[in-house]
């Protein structure tokens, strides 16, 4: 997982549609048009993994977008067996996933690595629970300082670092970082809560949240981060996908 650092695409799904939020508030976000296409233009850009969430599925608690998924695996899996190597692109998935059993399903479906936020929070031994836990990421969304979950609404009292060593002592694969008061605002990222949450594991650990230039990527890759997910600024078209994975 994550073996040289790697430049992750966002594809955050609501209403079917792709959706950039502006600090993880509901209804703030610009739509960017079928998912499905704008993974097939991820894929064509040289995407090598994916990051899906079902934002949805986040805020009501259950999965929400479970069709356009399906189609969107069904792409990648298409790309998988037409390329001469066998390659297939990874997809990692999060947002309402609230069960172990879920997980393992989703795992087994043609997804390579499961989130778990909300889930993970609530119940820290659901990580052991999935049928593979080196496939699971826990994600740990912070603002203020704090772990937030159930859609960046509910405050835990969680330090991020501290929540990070307890899921890699469970097994967890990897910690998805993301600073919720940066999210899709394009003003640029702060490394010092992301350097405190490397420091504090062993696994590989994925940046997100506030990217608005290939420096900010570069700063994040230096500050530790195995992986950088990339949304509103890729959409945006303040770089390419190939520029970012050219630093």
Same mark, same amino acid.
């Given at each position: 997982?994550?073996?040289?650092?790697?430049?992750?695409?966002?594809?955050?799904?609501?209403?079917?549609?792709?959706?950039?939020?502006?600090?993880?508030?509901?209804?703030?976000?610009?739509?960017?048009?079928?998912?499905?296409?704008?993974?097939?233009?991820?894929?064509?850009?040289?995407?090598?993994?994916?990051?899906?969430?079902? +934002?949805?599925?986040?805020? =009501?608690?259950?999965?929400?977008?479970?069709?356009?998924?399906?189609?969107? +695996?069904?792409?990648?899996?298409?790309?998988?067996?037409?390329?001469?190597?066998?390659?297939?692109?990874?997809?990692?998935?999060?947002?309402?996933?609230?069960?172990?059993?879920?997980?393992?399903?989703? &795992?087994?479906?043609?997804?390579?690595?499961?989130?778990?936020?909300?889930?993970?929070?609530?119940?820290?031994?659901?990580?052991?629970?999935?049928?593979?836990?080196?496939?699971?990421?826990?994600? +740990?969304?912070?603002?203020?300082?704090?772990?937030?979950?159930?859609?960046?609404? =509910?405050?835990?009292?969680?330090?991020?670092?501290?929540?990070?060593?307890?899921?890699?002592?469970?097994?967890?694969?990897?910690? &998805?970082?993301?600073?919720?008061?940066?999210?899709?605002?394009?003003?640029?990222?702060?490394?010092?809560?992301?350097?405190?949450?490397? =420091?504090?594991?062993?696994?590989?650990?994925?940046?997100?949240?506030?990217?608005?230039?290939?420096?900010?990527?570069?700063?994040?890759?230096?500050?530790?981060?195995?992986?950088?997910?990339?949304?509103?600024?890729?959409? =945006?078209?303040?770089?390419? &996908?190939?520029?970012?994975?050219? &630093?």
């Amino acid at each position: 997982m994550f073996t040289e650092f790697t430049v992750v695409p966002a594809v955050d799904l609501q209403d079917g549609q792709v959706v950039q939020l502006v600090g993880g508030e509901r209804d703030t976000g610009t739509r960017y048009g079928d998912p499905v296409e704008a993974v097939r233009d991820w894929l064509d850009a040289g995407a090598e993994t994916l990051h899906l969430v079902d +934002l949805d599925g986040a805020f =009501e608690g259950e999965r929400q977008n479970a069709d356009a998924i399906e189609d969107i +695996l069904t792409v990648c899996a298409e790309v998988g067996e037409s390329d001469d190597e066998g390659s297939a692109v990874d997809v990692q998935l999060g947002g309402g996933i609230r069960s172990a059993t879920e997980a393992t399903d989703l &795992l087994g479906r043609g997804v390579d690595r499961v989130i778990l936020g909300t889930a993970a929070v609530e119940n820290p031994g659901i990580v052991d629970e999935v049928v593979d836990p080196e496939r699971v990421m826990v994600s +740990l969304d912070a603002s203020d300082g704090e772990v937030v979950v159930s859609g960046w609404t =509910e405050e835990t009292g969680l330090d991020p670092a501290e929540a990070a060593g307890r899921y890699a002592d469970l097994g967890a694969g990897a910690i &998805l970082f993301t600073d919720v008061d940066r999210e899709g605002r394009m003003e640029g990222v702060r490394t010092d809560p992301l350097e405190r949450v490397v =420091e504090a594991v062993d696994i590989p650990v994925v940046a997100s949240g506030g990217v608005s230039s290939l420096a900010d990527i570069r700063a994040l890759r230096d500050a530790g981060a195995a992986a950088v997910v990339v949304g509103t600024a890729l959409y =945006e078209g303040r770089f390419t &996908l190939t520029e970012a994975q050219n &630093l």
